[in-house]
């Protein structure tokens, strides 16, 4: 971020609700990625931003889809990173992502944690898309010697 205001770009980059070092939401059983979106539009409104360029990471990339899909007219484009663009309701097709991929650890309960438990934050953090990648990559056998 500090490299795109010293391009002189201007970047938001919120805590969702419950994430971060935001609150929960009152009844987080009723919360959905509406209510995010949602969120967004009232934080450019706030700011008096009528259209943004959106650049979304693994979960935030599926509320920059829903925001360009429910208010197309605020969003000039969308740019993702760690996940596809899946239709809403088109969750089978995570299944046919590779079962090791990073994003996946967490879809089954106690599977990150078994996966990664042994390492110290620090180190997950550096290191997850190489985990990932160790285990994924198509040319591993050519980087491998």
């Not at 605020?74 to 969750?91: Q, S």
């Not at 299944?95 to 106690?110: C, M, N, T």
């Not at 078994?114 to 985990?131: C, E």
Request: hydrophobic content about 40%; some cysteine.
């Amino acid at each position: 971020m500090i490299a795109l205001a010293e391009a002189g770009f201007h970047a938001i980059a919120p805590d969702f609700r419950g994430y971060g070092l935001s609150d929960q939401p009152s009844e987080p059983e009723k919360a959905g990625f509406y209510d995010l979106v949602e969120d967004m539009v009232g934080l450019l409104d706030a700011l008096g931003i009528d259209k943004v360029l959106v650049v979304g990471k693994d979960f935030g990339a599926a509320i920059a889809y829903y925001l360009g899909l429910c208010h197309p007219d605020r969003v000039k484009g969308i740019v993702t990173l760690g996940i596809p663009y899946l239709k809403p309701g088109a969750r089978e097709k995570w299944d046919s992502a590779p079962k090791d991929l990073y994003s996946r650890h967490w879809q089954e309960p106690g599977r990150g944690l078994a996966d990664l438990g042994r390492f110290d934050a620090k180190t997950v953090v550096r290191n997850i898309y190489t985990f990932s990648l160790v285990v994924n990559c198509p040319w591993q056998k050519m980087v491998r010697r």
